[in-house]
Structures are given as C-alpha cells and as structure tokens.
C-alpha cells in the first residue's frame, strides 16, 4: 500500500541553522504530497503542498520539492527560529474520491537560542 | 468562524465504559474524518465520511463506531474502551472539489483508557 517514510527525530538546532527533514513516499500512482505542522498542544496546520512532479511547495520560509525520480519530498529552510520547534508530518494523498491523508511517523524539530 | 471543533480535550475512561468524542465544523464541507495519532506511528484513518448519511471505515476502525446526520457534525462513538484506544484523536474536514483539498484539524482529544 502507499506508504511516507521520514527521519527520526528530534532534530536539534541552533537558531539560524539550516534544516532539513527527509521524507520519501510509495505510491501506486501519482500522489499530492503534503507538509503539516503540530505547534504543542495544537492540532495539525498545513505548511505547504505540491501536487505533480517538479512543483515546489512554500510557505513561511519552508519549501520542499516534488521529486519523482526519487519519490522524496525533503523540507527545507535556510534559517531556522526557535518559534519553528515543533513535529513536522509529511503525508500523500492519491487524488482520486476521498483524499485519505497517509502520514509518516512525524519528525520533532527542536531550536534553541 | 470557529473552523474545527472538538470535546471534549481530555477525557479519562475506564475499561468497558463507552463515550462519544464530538466534532463539528462551520465551513459547510463535505468530507470529514477521525485519525488516531500514537507515539512512532503518525497519524492513522479510523472512519470518514463524504457528505451527510455516508460513512465508510478507514484504516483502523475497529472498536470505534461512526454517524453523519448532518454536514456539520461527526461524532465518534467507543462502545466499550480498552487501552489499546489510549491516543490522541483528531477529526478533519476538507471541501470536495477539483484536485487536492486542504483538511482542516481540530484541536484533537486525548484519550486515557484504564
């Protein structure tokens, strides 16, 4: 079945480090593919999108890339700030009928002054 | 415009006790669903519904039963807690349309089964 695959966290970094969280996906066809945000105690936020090959997905100062050829999806950002600690989830859905959401495991990104 | 609601947040059960967690949403959207989230799994699809009166199951729907008399609301019933339904609960809605949706979250509801 589809399926995302991300890095292990907690991520640690410094305020104004670069960052980077993998994620790659298995899929039957051709997925949109998400990032969400969990700030504490809240629930999920989309951060960005991409819905083909080759899109790239921005908000915020995060951006991630549509890579078919390597079926990833990496988020980026060149400066990180201490309000960006959170756990960031990358997720797939095929866009056919109802659009279940397939999460990864989810990724904790902690930042320190 | 209060987007996704939930109640309650926290909720403490004991085994073989049955509650319903709420859901509503003011957007006028069709879909709306129930994810679980626990530690190293993400979050996983309980039950969803496409519009008023349909419901279909998800990935881990055992245990939890579900209902959509109206658009706004998508309560969703435990009949008898165990502890393996300890988590967090999260209901969504998104807009049917053309290409993919945004899904909305609530707040979420933890759950404690002892």
């Known amino acids: 079945g589809d399926s995302v695959t991300q890095m292990e966290g907690p991520v640690t970094l410094s305020e104004e480090a670069f960052l980077t969280i993998n994620c790659t996906y298995t899929?039957?066809?051709?997925?949109?593919l998400f990032w969400y945000v969990q700030y504490p105690g809240e629930g999920l936020q989309l951060l960005l999108k991409a819905t083909k090959a080759d899109d790239k997905g921005s908000n915020k100062g995060f951006e991630a890339t549509y890579r078919k050829e390597t079926t990833s999806f990496h988020l980026e950002k060149g400066s990180v700030q201490v309000s960006d600690s959170a756990v960031y989830f990358c997720?797939?859905?095929?866009?056919?009928?109802?659009?279940?959401?397939?999460f990864g495991t989810g990724t904790r990104l902690l930042v320190s002054p | 415009n209060a987007g996704v609601t939930q109640t309650p947040k926290f909720q403490v059960l004991k085994t073989g006790q049955s509650m319903t967690l709420q859901c509503a949403q003011d957007?006028?959207?069709?879909?709306m669903s129930w994810y679980r989230q626990d530690p190293g799994m993400g979050l996983r699809l309980i039950h969803y519904s496409v519009g008023a009166g349909i419901t279909d199951q998800g990935e881990v729907p055992n245990g939890y039963n579900v209902s959509r008399s109206t658009t706004e609301d998508f309560p969703l019933r435990l009949l008898s807690a165990a502890p393996s339904q300890t988590s967090v609960y999260f209901c969504?809605?998104?807009?049917?349309?053309?290409?993919?949706?945004?899904?909305?979250f609530g707040p979420g509801t933890r759950l404690l089964v002892l």
């Open positions: 969504a809605s998104s807009d049917r349309g053309l290409g993919p949706e945004t899904q909305y």
């Open positions: 957007m006028n959207h069709e879909y």
């Open positions: 997720a797939l859905s095929m866009n056919t009928g109802f659009q279940k959401l397939v």
């Open positions: 899929a039957t066809g051709y997925p949109s």
